[in-house]
């Protein structure tokens, strides 16, 4: 069974930063690209950032390139994304996701990221 868990949201002030964690099961996790998408209140899903699965290509969203670093650590079968300088807009559920004939649709459960003063 497929399985992704993500942990380390919270609450933050604006500029803070967190790191979140996505632990991934059930599949061969070095074998797929892996991303980050997240949905604010009233909005749509956002694809955030993506990895390859060697973690040697990666792409970023304009509005979170230079404040968020995806990596992974495939022996862990592990993805994380650090969030840096976050702003109140960064607000929403993110979700750990893997990229297969399904798009992006085989997501974990999200963690909440709420950027507030």
């Known amino acids: 069974e497929v399985q992704l868990v993500e942990s380390g949201g919270g609450l933050v002030q604006p500029g803070g930063s967190l790191r979140l964690s996505c632990a991934a099961s059930g599949f061969p996790f070095s074998s797929y690209t892996m991303g980050w998408l997240r949905q604010a209140p009233g909005k749509g899903l956002e694809r955030v950032s993506t990895i390859n699965g060697g973690g040697g290509y990666t792409y970023y969203a304009d509005s979170v390139k230079g404040r968020f670093t995806i990596s992974r650590d495939n022996a862990k079968t592990t993805l994380y994304l650090q969030l840096n300088s976050l702003k109140t807009e960064d607000t929403a559920m993110y979700y750990c996701?893997?990229?297969?004939?399904?798009?992006?649709?085989?997501r974990g459960q999200g963690t909440q990221v709420t950027v507030s003063s």
């Open positions: 996701a893997r990229n297969d004939l399904r798009g992006w649709s085989t």
